[in-house]
């Protein structure tokens, strides 16, 4: 045996098997040795014993809740397991080590799960169509985010295996999704009730992702719907929500809708409750919000005191409106019979090229559509500066003309090609602002 110092990070490098562990797990290891490391000062493996530890766990407590210093623990008596003698029950010691230290498991208060009820539910949903962000990729942030609450309420997801999963994993004729946790690495095609895809309908895919965001930016924006909604929430909540529904409706299959990593033979290789599962969450308690639109979501809106004005507006996905509907002039343009001053001539020749071109422009064509006025038309930073600038302005102004609901983008950039990054806009309207004046001509 070498004398040369050995400390539980080089013992967890050298002579733990990492390969045969998850990313997460990894990382997990990584964040424990780094607490180790911190609060004893990197002691040789050989001269740890019980007073050490006791001497980490009071340490730990004070700046740690009870469970992940337990947690954290586990992770570093697996370590010396692995370099721990030789016995019965560790077969696989390496001997490095003649004793395993332990350490007495703090006590760990028992709290009951929050589950969320369908009125904070509803709060939540309809508090959505208050948000501002995202905007990359995304006509409505509502839509994004009240396609993500009742995705994470069917499925039970984690957050992020629910950012994870692509649209390729949806199957629409099915009504399934299929999903591999990243957690306990289990595979499952998880069934999806009608309201779930109606709400995909809503969403263009335009990413490979079905909802393509940073996590770490995703936390952000969801404090922010948290304060609209005055709910204290988080995912985990809406997961515990759905488990604790679908064992309402059938005992034991909470766990089935989880994905659970099994823990018997019985589950691992004879049991499949995956039919009952569709049963289940089928007969799980939705939401008024969820499952009746724009009319019902009003009604249920005076029931919660009035969250946040609705329209029917809000609910119709965007689109273009066709080119026979506009007329441009020189101080601006005619839309539906109605007249819009543009005060900005560029602003009025953008529009005119989104027009032209079925709502749907690359920088290039927009550079090239303001040669004469006193926009730069060659490329480089100043110039993609003024027209990130210039499409600004048109937001706004689109947005004051037709009063579209807060937080809409009608001008929504896209990546175009993701090999050059070059970016494109497409020009996005409710299709109520000229669809209801169709209807009524055809009344008459």
């Not at 629910?162 to 957690?183: C, I, P």
């Not at 329209?311 to 996905?317: E, L, M, Q, T």
């Not at 004469?372 to 004051?400: D, E």
Request: proline share 7%.
């Amino acid at each position: 045996m070498s004398n040369s110092k050995l400390t539980l990070t080089g013992a967890f490098e050298r002579h733990y098997r990492i390969e045969e562990l998850r990313g997460s797990t990894v990382v997990a290891y990584q964040s424990a040795l780094k607490l180790w490391e911190r609060l004893t000062e990197q002691p040789d493996v050989r001269d740890i014993d019980n007073i050490m530890v006791d001497n980490f766990r009071s340490a730990a407590l004070k700046e740690f809740a009870p469970y992940t210093v337990n947690r954290y623990w586990g992770a570093c008596r697996s370590i010396l397991r692995r370099i721990g003698p030789q016995e019965t029950r560790n077969p696989w010691g390496l001997g490095i080590i003649d004793h395993i230290p332990a350490m007495r498991p703090c006590k760990v208060p028992f709290r009951r799960p929050p589950r969320l009820s369908m009125e904070d539910m509803d709060r939540i949903y309809l508090a959505s169509c208050r948000m501002k962000l995202p905007t990359r990729n995304v006509p409505h942030p509502g839509f994004w985010w009240q396609a993500v609450v009742v995705m994470a309420y069917y499925t039970g997801l984690r957050l992020g295996d629910l950012l994870r999963v692509k649209w390729s994993d949806l199957n629409t004729q099915d009504a399934t999704l299929f999903v591999k946790t990243g957690k306990t690495g289990v595979e499952a095609d998880l069934p999806l009730p009608e309201v779930v895809l109606a709400h995909m309908d809503r969403l263009e895919r335009r990413n490979e992702r079905i909802f393509q965001i940073d996590q770490r930016k995703f936390t952000s924006y969801q404090a922010v719907l948290r304060e609209h909604s005055g709910v204290d929430w988080t995912m985990h909540d809406i997961r515990r929500t759905a488990c604790s529904e679908a064992d309402r409706v059938r005992p034991g299959m909470g766990k089935v809708l989880l994905l659970h990593a099994p823990q018997n033979v019985t589950e691992q290789s004879y049991l499949n409750s995956f039919p009952e599962l569709r049963e289940t969450v089928e007969k799980m308690e939705c939401p008024m919000s969820f499952r009746h639109g724009p009319k019902m979501a009003m009604r249920s809106l005076k029931e919660a005191k009035k969250v946040v004005n609705l329209r029917p507006r809000d609910f119709a996905v965007p689109t273009c409106p066709p080119a026979e509907l506009f007329a441009f002039r020189d101080h601006g343009f005619t839309f539906n019979g109605i007249y819009i001053r543009v005060s900005r001539r560029i602003c009025l020749k953008l529009i005119e090229t989104f027009v032209e071109n079925d709502g749907k422009c690359s920088q290039l064509q927009l550079w090239e559509a303001t040669e004469g006025t006193s926009f730069p038309v060659t490329g480089g930073h100043l110039s993609r500066r003024g027209l990130a600038r210039n499409i600004s302005r048109c937001r706004r102004l689109l947005c004051h003309a037709f009063g579209l609901p807060e937080g809409f983008n009608p001008i929504c950039p896209t990546l175009l090609d993701p090999m050059t990054k070059s970016c494109r806009y497409e020009l996005l309207l409710p299709p109520a602002l000229w669809q209801a004046a169709h209807q009524n001509e055809g009344a008459a």
